[in-house]
């Protein structure tokens, strides 16, 4: 089992940048591929993007493609989404998950994760 803890949301200008980070516990990050989702007031929750066990592969949506960029750091065991050119449609409450399984045959739905933080808020005034 695996525990998140996210932080790093905040209030922030359109246009402007934040880096939210999620702490994961054990010693077996490594064997989880990660990801990001987010849910606006209203609104399903949304998958934002996915890294690989090892961080040499990643998968975006499509709204934040060229905008954000996911990473890990498998010695510290956190993952990272910096989040640029933010705009207001980007606020939501911001979800890190991770997924242990060997093979999923999607990895943009919320059933694809087994483990999820608490979330952060994100907030972009325009």
């Known amino acids: 089992q695996v525990q998140l803890v996210e932080s790093g949301g905040g209030l922030v200008q359109a246009g402007g940048s934040l880096r939210l980070s999620c702490a994961a516990s054990g010693r077996t990050f490594s064997s989880y591929a990660m990801g990001w989702f987010r849910q606006a007031p209203g609104k399903e929750r949304a998958f934002v993007a996915r890294?690989?066990?090892?961080?040499?592969?990643?998968v975006y949506a499509d709204s934040v493609k060229g905008r954000f960029t996911i990473s890990r750091d498998n010695a510290k065991n956190t993952v990272y989404l910096q989040m640029n050119s933010l705009i207001p449609e980007d606020t939501a409450v911001y979800y890190c998950a991770a997924d242990g399984a060997q093979y999923r045959e999607s990895v943009t739905t919320v059933r694809s994760y087994d483990y999820w933080g608490q979330g952060t808020q994100v907030t972009v005034s325009s």
């Open positions: 890294i690989s066990r090892s961080g040499g592969t990643t």
